[in-house]
């Protein structure tokens, strides 16, 4: 078997190496990956100030809205479909003293509850994801925004390293539409939606990395669901079995950034001044 002697040795010359320094060690180094808060020197590119009044699409907790009128000035409102989150945003506002600026509303991008041309910025971060109609909800985005008004979108496409039976699970698991997280739909809807595409970044592992790197959310996590996976009756029993299936969709999702199977992507759109 002279040829399985060429692959075994041509494996293995490296494989033990690999695990240690010498030429590895380059890999244990950072490349200095940027963090989330990224995203914010982005809006300050896209010419929001105190007089601008911004709309982020999908505001979960309220972080960002909150963080957006502290740093611009400007005032936001936040919409999320989900009441709790509504009513997390309100609370955040009032604790971070921002309440006379940052207000909360519950909605659906698929159907925005404010009349045309009402905003000068839009901010939708990591939740397109989610969204069953992205063109309908793209185009009432556009007929918020103000004529040649911006919006950030910052949202993760699969790439093709994720094979469809995970694919299936996860989305299934977390509430993700396959489609909405095909890059060229994505785009394809902001095109039709009069939303011309000003910057594409494809920001890969680059932010997980930076969290990796300055808090071990990945490593922790992956062990989370190591010890999950092996004791699943323990784990159900202790959390409680919706708590348990939850947390088994979310911890793949930074590994999977790491892994390339899923890739953060960050757009700056410029609504058609005709639109
Ligand atoms: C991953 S969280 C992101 C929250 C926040 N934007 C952030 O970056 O931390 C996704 C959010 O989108 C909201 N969401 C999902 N579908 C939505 C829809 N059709 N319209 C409005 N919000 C939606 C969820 O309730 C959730 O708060």
């Given at each position: ?18 695990h ?12 200095h ?5 990224m995203?914010?020197e ?36 936040g919409?999320?479909?989900a ?15 921002v ?6 509303v ?5 159907a ?29 985005c ?24 995970e ?23 902001f ?31 992956l062990?989370?669901?190591a ?14 079995t ?29 609504k058609?001044?005709?639109?």
């Amino acid at each position: 078997m002279p040829e399985k002697k060429s692959q075994m040795e041509a494996i293995y010359r490296h494989m033990w190496a690999s695990h240690e320094g010498g030429p590895f060690a380059p890999l244990d180094e950072s490349l200095h990956p940027r963090p989330h808060s990224m995203l914010y020197e982005v809006v300050s590119t896209c010419g929001v100030s105190s007089s601008s009044l911004v709309l982020d699409i999908g505001s979960g907790r309220g972080n960002h809205s909150c963080a957006l009128a502290q740093r611009f000035g400007c005032a936001v409102v936040g919409l999320d479909v989900a009441q709790f989150h509504v009513e997390q945003g309100r609370a955040r506002a009032v604790q971070e003293g921002v309440s006379d600026r940052v207000s909360f509303v519950q909605g659906d991008i698929e159907a925005l509850p404010f009349e045309d041309e009402r905003f000068d910025f839009l901010w939708s971060r990591d939740m397109l994801m989610h969204v069953l109609a992205l063109p309908q909800a793209l185009a009432e985005c556009a007929r918020v925004l103000k004529p040649a008004g911006a919006m950030l979108a910052y949202t993760t496409v699969a790439t093709g390293r994720m094979e469809p039976k995970e694919a299936a699970w996860l989305y299934a698991s977390f509430g993700l539409v396959l489609e909405s997280m095909e890059e060229g739909v994505v785009e394809a809807a902001f095109q039709a939606a009069g939303l011309q595409m000003h910057s594409k970044e494809q920001l890969g592992s680059e932010l997980m990395e930076w969290v990796e790197e300055h808090e071990g959310r990945a490593s922790r996590e992956l062990m989370r669901l190591a010890r999950m996976l092996r004791k699943p009756e323990y784990y159900q029993e202790l959390l409680g079995t919706r708590r348990y299936e939850v947390a088994l969709a979310n911890y793949p999702w930074a590994l999977y950034i790491l892994l390339g199977k899923l890739s953060p992507t960050l757009y700056v759109l410029q609504k058609n001044a005709s639109s």
